[in-house]
């Protein structure tokens, strides 16, 4: 019988009967591949945990930041600085609409001067037939006086018909001067004077 033996030697045989290194084999090398695998997830681990350190660092940086931007974020003065320069936007668009009418209004009155200015070169020098027959009727005298009227000048004379004095009417600055015409000076000081106040 089996209990015959000796218990000692039967677990002897039994063992000897056994191969067990290719297991024992099997067991170190799945011994050092989860040892591998757990240097490996610790290794990830600290990684992932430095990463998360330099995020946290980071992210309360840019709060720290963006803190102290709100902060000195005055909101009643940028709405100020926005209303000032849309007030300074329309105010450029209606000096820049002003300008291009006034541009319009001088081309026309270009255009008006180029006309009379190609009228009066056809007239030639002497204004045309009409106004020279007109011219050669009037004495010279009274063509000087139309000159001066049509000059805000008015001149009045003497009994023996000097003139002796001049009234200077300027209607665009609302004056009047009234000169008196002394001989002893020149007729160019009275004109550059008559230039001057008109």
């Avoid at 320069?85 to 006034?102: G, M, P």
């Avoid at 081309?107 to 030639?124: P, V």
Wanted: charged share 30%; with cysteine.
């Amino acid at each position: 019988m089996l209990l015959d033996e000796d218990p000692a030697a039967l677990i002897h045989h039994t063992i000897g009967n056994f191969n067990i290194y290719p297991d024992k084999n099997a067991l170190g090398r799945i011994n050092d591949s989860l040892s591998t695998l757990q240097q490996a997830r610790d290794l990830r681990l600290r990684e992932a945990e430095s990463a998360l350190k330099r995020l946290c660092r980071n992210l309360a940086s840019q709060q720290s930041h963006h803190q102290e931007t709100v902060a000195s974020h005055n909101s009643s003065e940028h709405a100020s600085r926005i209303l000032a320069l849309d007030t300074q936007k329309f105010r450029i668009a209606k000096s820049a609409s002003d300008l291009e009418v006034e541009g319009e209004r001088l081309e026309q009155e270009l255009d008006n001067l180029k006309a009379r200015l190609l009228e009066l070169e056809m007239q030639g020098v002497e204004g045309g037939e009409v106004e020279r027959g007109k011219r050669e009727l009037e004495d010279e005298t009274i063509l000087k006086l139309k000159v001066y009227r049509s000059l805000g000048i008015e001149v009045e004379s003497d009994d023996t018909g000097n003139y002796t004095k001049a009234v200077i009417r300027n209607p665009r600055k609302g004056d009047v001067h009234v000169v008196n015409i002394d001989p002893k000076f020149s007729r160019f000081f009275y004109a550059s004077y008559f230039w001057q106040t008109m």
